[in-house]
């Protein structure tokens, strides 16, 4: 069954629009010139004195970025039906999606992976991410699991991070970063959350780092990874385009070396 979570909006359509625009720091002028409409229409449809058809909302959002899931709230807002299915993961309809990620968290073996939605809530997992969660509080590993809020807490990974202070200033700042373009508000909520966590931002990456790694403490050795994210390019779902791959890498042979070891024992 397909499900569409957007509500409509008590805001005029004009006035997230407007809100939208200003996010991504555009001016009308700009605006108009790239959705091909004079700066007068665009106007009049930010201040409601013009009432835009479902395809002006579309091309709208489409040349502001703005994510399907909002594209259907700011749709609703204007009266129209929303344009994007929303269909969970286990629906027959997201059979083919759903047997492409699980082949690639199974082909990253022996190396962590993960799948996340817009939230950061853990969606699947390879079986080697255990080298990371072992340790863990058993209530931080009950779905769902957010992987931010394991990473941060102190019951979480925290105490085994090596390089604590730089890795959760990267996380808050993509978290900061997405909540900034989504202007959702469970992310900021998120955000301040793990900002009140215990530790620092401080420390600066090593001059020899190409890319910031994860050092992570596992028994008496220190395993340094670095990750790379992946999305679906051409998603048209809401479930999907929310979809990330998060997969840890070796950022060193004695690491790769552990890993591999590792996998074996299972």
Known sequence: MTAVSARPSARPVGELLREWRERRRLSQLDLSIQAEISTRHLSFVETGRSRPTSEMIL???????VP?????????????????????????????VRDALRQVLTGHQPYPAV???RWWDLVDANASISVLTAGAAPWLLE?????????LHPDGMA????????????????????????????????????RGYPGDTAGTPSPTDVVLPLRYRHGEQELSFFSISATVGTATDVTVEELA???FYPADESTAGTLRALSQRR
């Open 59 to 65: 091309r709208l959002t489409d040349r502001l970025e």
């Open 68 to 96: 399907l899931r909002e594209r259907n709230s700011l749709l609703l807002a204007g009266g129209y039906a929303p344009a994007y299915p929303e269909h969970g993961l286990d629906e027959p309809e997201l059979g083919r």
């Open 115 to 117: 799948v996340i939605n």
């Open 143 to 151: 779905p769902p699991v957010n992987v931010l809020r394991l990473s």
């Open 159 to 194: 105490s085994r991070i090596a390089n604590l202070g730089e890795w959760r200033a990267h996380l808050l700042a993509q978290l900061h970063r997405r909540a900034d373009v989504t202007g959702d508000a469970r992310l900021r909520e998120l955000h301040d959350e793990l």
């Open 245 to 247: 791959i998060e997969s």
